[in-house]
């Protein structure tokens, strides 16, 4: 196992655009989380899973928002009519249960609303 | 809103040992400490944790106070490698991370 894959890395968008992330967690972890990072401010918590269901959502997740986990394995974000504010790091972690040894990072997508 | 204060920048020369101070002056009996860290264009990592005995690890050691009011990120031996913002936060076992804004440690030859 890898750790925690994002894809893509980066994604260019022009604004009014509809955008998807994916990201693949660790495979034995039950919980997976989204966050997201602006420059120089640590990372925000948007929401997070334990398998499929969604137990908590940020009031950062306006309703162009939306996460999937559909299988309980890896999870989609997709952002609608994407504005220039929501020029972002994306960051998803996964961990065992509540996570009270760590969370697992990936490296990230990077959106850019033009 | 963050538990816990950092200072916002710290140098270390080196091959010293890094101290970074966190203070929680207004940590539950049930929170622990966190360390994580994040190096530039990379998603954070986690570092340690610790309740109220101190901790060590192969990356760091953590030293909490006995009131468990402040507790200190030790790295024994900088390397350039350890240029990273770090983030000290506390939570119960069943709380999520909530990062506040870290210290930018910088390394220096």
């Known amino acids: 196992d890898t750790g925690v894959s994002q894809d893509p890395r980066h994604k260019i968008t022009k604004r009014g655009q509809n955008v998807t992330f994916r990201c693949d967690p660790i495979?034995?972890?039950?919980?997976l989380y989204w966050y997201r990072q602006t420059l120089g401010q640590g990372p925000e918590f948007l929401t997070y899973?334990?398998?499929?269901?969604?137990?908590?959502k940020s009031r950062l997740l306006s309703d162009r928002f939306s996460a999937e986990r559909p299988k309980g394995s890896f999870s989609t974000l997709e952002i609608q009519r994407t504005e220039q504010g929501d020029s972002a790091m994306y960051l998803c972690?996964?961990?065992?249960?509540?996570?009270?040894?760590?969370?697992?990072f990936g490296s990230g997508t990077r959106l850019t609303v033009v | 809103d963050a538990k816990t204060t950092q200072p916002p920048s710290m140098d270390c020369a080196e091959g010293r040992a890094a101290n970074l101070p966190c203070n929680h002056s207004?940590?539950?009996?049930?929170?622990?400490v966190y360390w994580y860290r994040q190096i530039h264009s990379q998603g954070p990592q986690y570092i340690i944790h610790?309740?109220?005995n101190n901790e060590t690890n192969e990356m760091a050691s953590l030293i909490i106070t006995e009131d468990r009011k402040s507790s200190t990120l030790i790295l024994p031996h900088a390397t350039l490698r350890d240029t990273a913002v770090y983030y000290c936060?506390?939570?119960?076992?069943?709380?999520?991370?909530?990062f506040g804004p870290g210290t930018s440690l910088s390394v220096i030859p």
């Open positions: 972690a996964s961990s065992l249960n509540d996570g009270t040894y760590g969370y697992t």
């Open positions: 495979s034995e972890h039950n919980r």
């Open positions: 899973f334990q398998n499929e269901a969604q137990l908590e």
């Open positions: 207004t940590i539950s009996g049930n929170e622990y």
């Open positions: 610790g309740l109220k």
């Open positions: 936060l506390v939570k119960t076992s069943y709380d999520k991370v909530i």
